[in-house]
């Protein structure tokens, strides 16, 4: 017998917003409908996506489970329409915040625990603002298609609006990524995102469609088009997965090359996060987290 009454933190990074709810003792199951009514902005409290924070140990998935020994809390991430989704960069951020101000977590780095593997965590200052920044270790990245991409140097099509269908690249973060970059005589803001750009071949699993301009050397600008939510205001694995490919364009190999970086800067509607190539094929994503409301909600009669 899960509870009626569910007390919620609600955070963003960058703006992509989450509904975090406690569950110290695994006892909270979330049906996808309930899901849906927590993240909906009118019946319910609103968010892109939703987390239930519970002890590795409980989280009743094995391969979670698995990442006890090293990641004390499970950032069991959902999006909005009630879909499970292995990763959430800027969750991780907001998931970390959460677990430091509750006393979860004290040191300044450590390890969570997420459906694409153990994500490690850094707590730092922002450079120029002061404030609490969080590094991220995404973990390996791969081309989805690597053969497809290395001789054509697209392995998709995507069509957003009435336009033609322009190349991308396919990225897997822990999640999947298809990255377009805008091509010319297109206006990033002018893209029609009220709908789901049409990928081809079409993903079973679906995707994150990211739009990339490029500013100047390692200064990029994005939109995104979430799978299992819609238009979102940030998407981090999604900023990390538009600096890979944009590098990726340059070096044409999964390392890149000496001309394409290894640090970037991603401005989103919602903000700036920052991205750095690691050494191997790992992939760092920083940035802030904010907390601005807890409360309690009373859980409908039929989930
Ligand atoms: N906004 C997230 C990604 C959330 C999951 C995504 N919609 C999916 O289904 O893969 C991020 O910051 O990475």
């Not at 490690?120 to 995404?138: I, Q």
């Not at 991409?149 to 999640?175: Q, R, W």
């Not at 044409?252 to 640090?263: H, K, N, P």
């Not at 409301?293 to 989930?303: M, N, Q, S, T």
Request: hydrophobic residues 40%.
């Amino acid at each position: 017998m899960t509870a009626r009454t569910l007390p919620f933190t609600k955070g963003h990074g960058t703006e992509n917003d989450f509904v975090l709810i406690p569950d110290p003792d695994g006892s909270i199951s979330l049906s996808p409908s309930e899901v849906a009514w927590l993240a909906d902005r009118r019946a319910g409290i609103g968010g892109d996506g939703v987390i239930r924070v519970v002890p590795t140990a409980l989280a009743g998935e094995p391969a979670v489970m698995d990442q006890a020994s090293d990641a004390r809390w499970f950032m069991d991430y959902r999006n909005a329409d009630g879909s499970v989704a292995e990763m959430c960069g800027n969750g991780t951020r907001v998931f970390a915040a959460y677990l430091r101000r509750e006393g979860l977590e004290q040191d300044a780095e450590f390890a969570i625990a997420t459906r694409a593997g153990r994500k490690h965590v850094r707590v730092g200052a922002d450079g120029e603002t002061g404030e609490a920044s969080y590094a991220v270790n995404l973990g390996p990245w791969r081309l989805s298609a690597p053969d497809q991409a290395e001789v054509e140097g697209s392995d998709a099509l995507v069509k957003v609006d009435d336009h033609e269908a322009v190349p991308a690249l396919s990225l897997d973060l822990g999640n999947p990524h298809t990255v377009v970059m805008l091509p010319a005589g297109r206006e990033l803001d002018a893209l029609d995102l009220t709908r789901p750009p049409l990928v081809q071949p079409t993903p079973l699993e679906g995707t994150n469609v990211e739009f990339v301009q490029v500013l100047g050397p390692g200064h990029l600008r994005m939109r995104v088009h979430e799978r299992g939510v819609g238009e979102t205001r940030s998407c981090g694995t999604g900023a990390a997965a538009a600096a890979l490919a944009v590098r990726w364009w340059a070096g044409g190999s999964q390392a890149g090359g000496s001309e394409a970086g290894d640090r970037w800067r991603v401005d989103v509607p919602g903000g700036t996060v920052h991205v750095r190539a690691l050494p191997g094929d790992e992939v760092e994503l920083s940035g802030p987290a904010a907390l601005v409301a807890d409360g309690a909600v009373e859980r409908p009669e039929r989930g």
